[in-house]
């Protein structure tokens, strides 16, 4: 898939509007690696720092500014992913990545506006919810390999000059982690089916129908919730179609208040609860066939900022 670029603004100086005009390409690829939108607008900050740190005449020697931003920002990513590990023994609770909303949907502003960076991020099948979490499980080498060969279509070459290793062992890489995704990714069912199934859910968890909600559930489903320790959630997955059910319909009990929404979650059919106009929860959902297997609830604020109305 090719990843569009944002259009240079004739008013600018050519080699600056060159320059600015990969913030977009940026942020699609930091995003990709870390799964936090937060953490990729950091990234492209320091990317860019470090550009304008160089002296005019070492940017002007700079063949492809675009490449050598690329490669900066992919080396910052790869040291934050070799750290992520001790960052997540810190984290409170399960760790799922930050959820975005489709640009349509993107409050403070129409789609494209200045400062909304999600709304440069390409929404398609490398960011669904299923498909970054099996990201999160490969080596940091694996996912860089992988994104920027099979997402992004650099040469191993290329990638080999970003994570320090040789073109032949970048392929070993990529395929590694081609193999992990293709494991554990089941047939998906048409979106208009998966809007269905989703519907039928909110409307389950609104009525407090448990036995609906079993109907819709994989017997072996699991749901995972994200809270950071700043708000309440399970600490640890819930599984089996019966109990997931159980919880939801008490969760409906508990906050009599919750408006749930029908919204698309990283390019997908999902659902939004909100409480008094605010939002408190995003979940994402994975199926096979018309049962739900996943469900992701991320409820950590901090992870909602993109969901909050400006």
Known sequence: MSMHREPQDSRLDPALSAVLSERRQLINLAYRFLGS????????QETYTRWYAMSEQRRDAVASPGGWLTRVASRI????????????????????????????????GPPGAAGDPADRITLDESVNMAFLVVLDSMTPAERVAFILHDVFHYSFAEIAEIVGRSPAACRQ??????????????????????????????QAWEAKDIDALIGLLDPDATTIADGGGLVSAQLQPVTGGE??????????GRAPDLTLLERT???????????DGVTVSVLAFDFVGDRI??????????KLRPWTAG
């Open 243 to 252: 109990q997931i059910a159980r919880v939801f319909a008490d969760v409906a």
């Open 77 to 108: 990513c790869l040291d934050l992913l070799g750290s992520a590990r001790a960052r997540r023994e810190r984290y409170v609770g399960e760790w799922i990545p930050e959820p975005l909303p489709d640009r349509m949907e993107w409050p403070g």
């Open 37 to 44: 939108l937060a953490d990729a607008e950091d990234v492209v």
């Open 173 to 202: 890489l990529a395929s590694s982690a081609r193999r992990r995704t293709h494991a554990q990714q089941a047939p998906a069912p048409a979106t208009a089916q998966r809007a269905d199934v989703v519907r039928d859910f909110k």
């Open 265 to 275: 979650v990283n390019g997908q059919p999902g659902l939004v609860a909100q409480q």
């Open 293 to 302: 297997t996943h469900i992701w609830a991320v409820r950590n604020p901090e």
